[in-house]
């Protein structure tokens, strides 16, 4: 199974060697070694603005006095990404009704896939939605999954209409007593007016059946697009308002600073990180195994 460390691998290489030799000692900061640290976290993709702040409190005097630099930037980090309750599947309402969106190729639909296979290990009955009509192997793909993980799939013929599936979605879920429905979506750019049109109808067709809203509405992102990611999201909030991310391919990305962006930016919650194509490797996402995983130090120790 991927781990944080494992996965991190990239973007840490971008910063590890700075990060040795500008916190080898316990002192202040001089100058010269907080612009190499300033460049290096930019060029992991952490943003400007994120950088800046780091480096003020760094170099603010007495900030340091109960710990060394390093631990600093440890907490900093950690604090950025807020420390969100993890997520676990409500009994209620039902069926609980999660959308994911996102641009093509962020990992949607193996997401959907992990994300059922993480309901029956809670022991729920999810369903797969695939409203991805574009594309005929968009609804293979889901259904190839659905095979995998061991639950029900509802698909559309390739032309279909979005809305019309992911209603028939909520309608078999209804008549089957299924706890979670997962809606895949076709992937859109956030740039092209009518594909995100169709984003609000499909929104509006699960408000019509079940009387409320979804229950969540999360983008996944791609972590090697790095702060592009942030301004995708900034796009799909304005059609269907986000109530949480899931960052993907984590493993790979050597960006994965924009994750510091996401709560700040979105102002909501990071749920889950993909760490591998396996269905497996969707892990609840983890500001303090995220931040060890950058810095190269082992996970903390969590209580059981
Ligand atoms: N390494 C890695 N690959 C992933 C992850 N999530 C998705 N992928 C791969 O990304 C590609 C696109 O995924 P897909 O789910 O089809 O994206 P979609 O277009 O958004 O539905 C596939 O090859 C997936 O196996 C991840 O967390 N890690
Ligand atoms: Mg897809």
Redesign the pocket.
Known sequence: MATWIKALTKTRQRIQAVFQQVFRSSHALDEEAQEELEETLLQADVSMKRVLSWCEALSAPGQRADGSPLDLVRQLMRDSLGDPVPFTWPDAPRPYTVLLV??????????AAKLAWQVKQAGRTPLLAAT?TFRAAGAD?LRIWAERVGCEVVAGQQGADAAAVAYDSLEAALARGTDVVLI?TA?RMHTKQPLMNELGKVRRAITTKLGREPDQTWI?LDASMGQNAITQARQFHQIAPLTGVIV?????SAKAGFVFSVVEELGVPIRFA????GME??VPFSASDFVAGLLGESAPERPP
């Open positions: 996102g641009v093509n190729g962020t990992g949607k639909t193996t997401t991805d793909q895949d992937g996944v993907s391919k984590l493993d790979g993909g760490l591998g194509e490797d969707l």
